[in-house]
């Protein structure tokens, strides 16, 4: 099952763990995303861009450690 698609405004991954490779298949269709947490998520510098370049509408990105 996807973790998002073309419609979803907002992904609360926090504490999911969910892998980076299925972070990056999510945010490459999520072109109406605005809010993503993925606190507690592995976040590389290729999600990062992947990011930038796919989620046009992003306003709130919450990332870091479990608990921050």
């Given at each position: 099952?996807?973790?998002?698609d073309?419609?979803?405004?907002c992904?609360?991954?926090?504490g999911t763990?969910?892998s980076?490779?299925?972070?990056?298949?999510?945010?490459?269709?999520?072109?109406?995303?605005?809010?993503l947490d993925?606190?507690?998520c592995?976040?590389?510098?290729?999600?990062l861009?992947?990011?930038?370049h796919?989620?046009?509408?992003?306003e709130?990105l919450r990332?870091?450690k479990?608990?921050d």
């Amino acid at each position: 099952a996807a973790l998002a698609d073309a419609e979803h405004a907002c992904l609360d991954l926090h504490g999911t763990g969910v892998s980076e490779a299925a972070l990056q298949q999510a945010l490459a269709v999520s072109r109406q995303l605005q809010l993503l947490d993925v606190r507690g998520c592995p976040v590389g510098p290729s999600t990062l861009r992947l990011l930038g370049h796919s989620c046009p509408r992003l306003e709130v990105l919450r990332i870091g450690k479990q608990g921050d």
